[in-house]
Each structure stands twice: as C-alpha cells, then as structure tokens.
C-alpha cells in the first residue's frame, strides 16, 4: 500500500501487487510503475502481506470494478476515492483492510465546521492524477 501526499486532509493511496501501482480517481481504474504518478514517491508504505492471487485473476477482478463500482463517474473525493478502492482491494489480495486511520479521516474532516464550509468545492474537486495509464483487461496491465 502506497499513501502519497495529503489533500485536505485526505491521503491519496494505491495497490502496489505484480510489480504494478494500481490506484482510482477521476479517470477511473489506473495503473503504473510504482511511484511514476505526478506525486512521487510515497510518503510511507504500509505492508499488508503478500497474495496468493494471480495476476490474471486480479486483472479480471479489477476489469469487473472498472466497469461496476469504479467507474471515473463514480468518484467522490469523500464518500468514494482512492481509498475506498485500495481497502477493497487489499481485502481481496489478502483479507486485510488499509489503516483506519487513513479510511476515516474524510469522515474527520466532514465533522469540522471547516470541513462542512468547504464541503460543496471540495465535492466538486475530480481528481487525476498524470503519469498513471487508465485501466483495462484488453490493453493488458495499463
């Protein structure tokens, strides 16, 4: 798991399996090699074991979350990000959830008078993040 820098009080993060960085925002499903987004290198790493699952196993499974759950529209920088994606696919890589201290902090900043001021730009915010390769099964990896 890569946690990358803070926006607003919002960790970016990404899947980091079969030598490739998966991560969601506003495009979608992405993919590349690990640290090539705009951020760089990650702030910390936080490893959550290893999988037994495929690579082409977790491809298809990411294909079917592209085309369902995270699709670019579906975005939300509080209630549905990047985040929400790498929790549930370090679940399905290895039954393990992310932080929580990364998965609540939205919800921290929603709770402030600021956070609640700021709610209706932030909500507008898409996130997209240069350097990674949108996701799709018939381009293989990225």
Known sequence: L??????EGIWHTSIIVHKDEFFYCSGGISSCPPGATLLGPPDSVVDLGNTEVTEEIFLEYLSSLGESVFRGESYN???????????????????????SYITDLPA??????FGQAL???LDSIQIQLPGGNTFSRHNGQS
């Open 2 to 7: 890569h946690t990358g820098k803070q926006l």
């Open 108 to 113: 921290e900043v929603l709770a402030t008078p």
């Open 119 to 121: 709610r209706p730009l």
């Open 77 to 99: 920088l509080f209630e549905h990000n990047c985040n929400t994606f790498s929790n549930e696919v370090a679940q399905f890589l290895t039954g393990k959830k992310i932080p």
